[in-house]
């Protein structure tokens, strides 16, 4: 029990960090400071590490055609119109945190906002259903079911368990049948990748309880769009 607050402890830590560096992220790219996916994957870096924490993996962010590729490593691509990829997580006391938020430079069509609002109520109504004892693997094909036409762009798990490794067990995905447990600390984020068009993902972390959950991201999921 000792460890398990333990790794509550560092994990919640670890998303309010998260919380923090998002917020910050924003009104720097609203101010234009930052020019490519790499500019912004230094900044998360160098907040976390400013903050005493270390990297729970290194941070993705991937803009555009780009973002069809889940664990994109940044570049130097510029900012320029489309959806961005923004993914990563702070470790505290070895314990590894992992949030995704997706926004977007430039304005949004009418199909590209229909797109986004798939994926955001594939992640709220995914997280209502986290609960001890409940199945995995029918809170993936939930989500599947919730991104309806675009289930066949979503080609990864919905979540996993955050312990000392950012990817652990309990997984929610096809084939593996796992339950989730009271104290189980997952990722709800599920995700749309359309081939040279572009990738939304929208991850957060879920503390599983006896009745229900505990939602510890609280950054926001609106439909951010940020002028270029």
């Not at 460890?3 to 917020?23: H, P, V, Y």
């Not at 109504?125 to 939930?142: D, H, P, Q, R, W």
């Not at 049948?177 to 990738?199: A, Q, S, W």
């Amino acid at each position: 029990m000792e460890e398990q607050q333990k790794k509550l402890k560092a994990i919640m830590r670890g998303c309010t960090l998260n919380d923090k560096i998002f917020r910050k992220l924003l009104g720097k790219a609203r101010r234009k400071e930052f020019k490519t996916e790499r500019d912004i994957a230094h900044f998360i870096k160098k907040e976390i590490r400013k903050a005493g924490a270390g990297l729970a993996f290194p941070p993705i962010v991937a803009i555009g055609k780009n973002a069809v590729d889940w664990h994109h490593k940044p570049t130097n691509t510029k900012l320029e119109k489309g959806f961005c990829v923004i993914d990563f997580g702070a470790r505290f006391n070895h314990y590894c945190s992992d949030m995704t938020r997706t926004i977007h430079f430039g304005k949004t069509s009418a199909r590209e906002k229909q797109i986004y609002s798939k994926v955001l109520k594939a992640n709220e109504v995914c997280i209502t259903k986290v609960k001890g004892g409940a199945s995995g693997n029918k809170i993936y094909f939930l989500a599947r079911k919730l991104l309806g036409g675009y289930a066949k762009y979503f080609g990864h798990g919905l979540g996993h368990g955050l312990k000392k490794i950012v990817h652990a067990k309990p997984r929610l995905a096809r084939k593996k049948m796992h339950f989730l447990r009271e104290g189980d600390i997952i990722t709800i984020e599920p995700g749309v990748y359309i081939p040279k068009k572009l990738g939304i993902r929208i991850e957060d972390d879920v503390l599983v309880t006896k009745k229900g959950f505990k939602l510890l991201s609280k950054s926001a999921k609106n439909l951010i769009e940020i002028g270029v």
